[in-house]
């Protein structure tokens, strides 16, 4: 029986694989010529799946369609030019090479791509807006999200992008330490920013994106197990990832609303994941390098011991060093939730009115959390400021109950 929603979901984790294998393999200099054999790919698997039914093994299906099209893509070509030219040039890549997507060459050839990618002579945002749509299969609207801009200046950015790597001569091979030195920076950002868009969607009517946080760990470890891209910071993030994933079960409730932390079931923690995290924090510590990664593991870390003495003395401590080195509104914001709860709601509020912070719905809901307990009104208010400016359906319901229990309880 075929199921509509397995199409959308393998695009999410095998497009880009199949992109990456087919530029390094035939040497591409054009990745819409891999992206074009992809997608193509993908909708001879809608159209036949839709008739046939899903194959038992449909990740082997997409790649071995993805092979056959790739070589006959190149066979075509190879007539073509032997009949205008008389001769082929590839580059010395062999037309119909023998190839397989296994995991050891996807594995490689991800890593050279998203090193290939992030290439300076792109700026940082339009490295990262790239390697979000190539190698994370980002739409524009899920890239202007992650970075609060317009879908027409995304679409701008991204074709400005792949026009300069076109004509520096774009090439997928393994990164030299040079390139590792000069890119790892612009690579853990995407590969943060991808984690954060699944386990914070701004862009889906889901609270939760799985296959986003999933993916984000899977390309992070290839970094891990890769001795040039192995730093303190790549431990850092691997990390942060652990611990927040660890509670990914218990954040939503069966009606896919969001539950504070405080109010979590814990024995829906993942213990294996929270030690895993634990033993990636202390080699990252190893090194006298503190980067953003490192003190939002430390903060993660802290979450998951809730019984912890002093745990919000200390989260609020990491928070003030993270602004120093890596100010956002957001860490900005967190800071002051902690703030509420070592020192009370109303030194916070006074914080928050005081700040700088953007009026946006996150501003808003927690305006309504810190005035929660004893002003109602001023509550409610800021709460339908926040469903105002939301766009997530789930989030507006889930703010739409906020609101009906604080006018419920006001009688």
């Known amino acids: 029986m075929y199921q509509p929603e397995i199409t959308p979901h393998l695009f999410r984790t095998e497009y880009s694989k199949i992109v990456a294998v087919l530029c390094k393999t035939f040497n591409l200099k054009y990745i819409e010529t891999a992206e074009d054999i992809a997608a193509d790919t993908f909708l001879k698997a809608s159209e036949t799946w839709a008739l046939k039914g899903v194959p038992e093994n449909p ?27 008389g001769k082929v040039d590839f580059g010395g890549q062999t037309i119909n090479p023998e190839f397989e997507f296994s995991n050891q060459i996807i594995a490689d050839s991800q890593l050279a791509m998203i ?6 002579v792109n700026a940082a945002e339009a ?16 890239i202007a999200g992650a970075f609060l801009a317009k879908p027409e200046a995304i679409k701008k950015r991204l074709q400005r992008a792949r026009e300069m790597l076109r004509n520096d001569h774009f090439q997928i091979k393994a990164p030299t330490q040079t390139e590792v030195t000069l890119r790892l920076d612009n690579v853990l950002t ?7 868009e699944g386990y914070f969607s701004k862009t889906a009517d889901e609270l939760i994106r799985k296959d986003l946080c999933a993916e984000a760990m899977r390309l992070l470890l290839v970094l891990v197990e890769n001795p040039l891209t192995n730093t303190s910071q790549t431990q850092a993030l691997v990390a942060l990832m652990c611990f927040q994933s660890s509670r990914i079960d ?39 390098d503190i980067s953003r990664y490192h003190l939002e593991a430390a903060i993660a870390y802290w979450h998951t011991n809730p019984t912890a003495k002093n745990r919000w003395e200390n989260i609020l401590q ?41 009026h946006n719905q996150h501003y808003h809901s927690l305006m309504g ?25 789930t989030e507006k319901n889930v703010l739409a109950k906020t609101i009906a229990d604080l006018k419920a309880a006001r009688f």
């Open 59 to 85: 990740t082997a299906w997409l790649y071995t369609v993805a092979k056959n099209k790739a070589r006959d893509h190149f066979k075509h070509l190879s007539v073509f030019e032997n009949k205008i030219s």
């Open 115 to 120: 090193f290939a990618v992030c290439n300076p």
């Open 127 to 142: 490295q990262i807006c790239l390697a979000l749509q190539i190698l994370c299969g980002f739409s524009v609207k899920e």
């Open 190 to 196: 995407t590969l943060y920013l991808l984690f954060n």
């Open 250 to 288: 218990a954040r939503v409730n069966s009606e896919n609303e969001a539950v504070l932390l405080d109010e979590q079931d814990q024995n829906a923690w993942d213990e294996p994941l929270i030690a895993r995290g634990n033993y990636h924090l202390i080699n990252a510590f190893e090194s006298n």
């Open 318 to 358: 990491l928070y003030d060093h993270l602004l120093l080195i890596a100010y956002s509104p957001a860490a900005a914001m967190n800071r002051i939730y902690a703030l509420a709860k070592v020192h009370g709601n109303e030194v916070a509020i006074v914080e928050a009115r005081d700040s700088d912070l953007p």
């Open 369 to 393: 959390y810190l005035y929660g307990p004893a002003a109602i009104e001023q509550a409610i208010t800021h709460y339908q400021q926040a469903m105002e400016l939301s766009s997530s359906i």
